[in-house]
């Protein structure tokens, strides 16, 4: 399978507690993104990388949210002393960024729920 | 970032034509309109993208007017596979310094049999 993998696909926690997902990007693409998305809404942006570097991060997410892509690789996601505010599912996405018309490509998601 | 706007919800039958529309009525020149498609569980999937005119490929057609105001998405003989929230999307070149991708809330296609 060639295509973005995200782990765990379920969580669940308690509130208070620090979770961490994993994205595993299509190999070849440089951007990695993450989202998040709650019932009936549609996808809102959190953080995006271009290679190992973190070049935005949504000015609406909190300080208990922090990302990594080491090198440039995977991505991790960590929530930190989670509320039941932070129930969603978390995307994320890859793409090539130099394409023409960029295309992103999303994995299918951590479902967190805090307890 | 030009604001899209479609419809919230969308009924359909077996084997008819599927069209859905969005505004955009502050498109830039150089933005770009792209459609995703989601279904439950997953996340967003590429469908088409056009800058002008018309773009058709194995999916779906997109039409794209003069003034690229609107643009309309058009999904030929819809299964009950095709149920899933459709997204419009206004992107803007590469070399705009703008690299995040603005999700409303999509259109909401339930195709019956």
């Known amino acids: 399978d060639t295509g973005v993998s995200q782990n765990p696909r379920h969580k669940i926690t308690k509130r208070g507690q620090n979770v961490t997902f994993r994205c595993d990007p299509i190999s070849e693409h440089n951007r990695l993104y993450w989202y998040r998305q709650t019932l009936g809404q549609g996808p809102e942006f959190l953080t995006y990388?271009?290679?190992?570097?973190?070049?935005?991060k949504s000015r609406l997410l909190s300080d208990r949210f922090s990302a990594e892509r080491p090198k440039g690789s995977f991505s991790t996601l960590e929530i930190q002393r989670t509320e039941q505010g932070d129930s969603a599912m978390y995307l994320c996405?890859?793409?090539?960024?130099?394409?023409?018309?960029?295309?992103?490509?999303f994995g299918s998601g951590t479902q967190l729920s805090v307890l | 970032l030009a604001k899209t706007t479609q419809p919230i919800s969308m009924d359909s039958y077996e084997g008819q034509e599927v069209n859905i529309t969005c505004s955009h009525n502050n498109i830039a020149t150089n933005d770009y309109i792209t459609w995703y498609q989601q279904f439950p569980s997953q996340g967003p999937r590429f469908i088409i993208q056009?800058?002008?005119t018309k773009v058709t490929n194995e999916v779906a057609s997109l039409f794209i007017p003069a003034d690229r105001k609107s643009s309309t998405l058009s999904l030929p003989r819809v299964s009950l596979s095709d149920t899933a929230v459709y997204y419009c999307?206004?992107?803007?070149?590469?070399?705009?310094?703008?690299?995040?991708?603005?999700f409303g809330k999509g259109t909401m296609l339930l195709v019956s049999p």
């Open positions: 990388f271009q290679n190992e570097a973190q070049l935005e």
């Open positions: 999307l206004v992107v803007p070149p590469e070399d705009s310094g703008y690299s995040t991708l603005t």
């Open positions: 056009g800058y002008k």
């Open positions: 996405a890859s793409s090539l960024f130099r394409d023409l018309n960029e295309k992103l490509f």
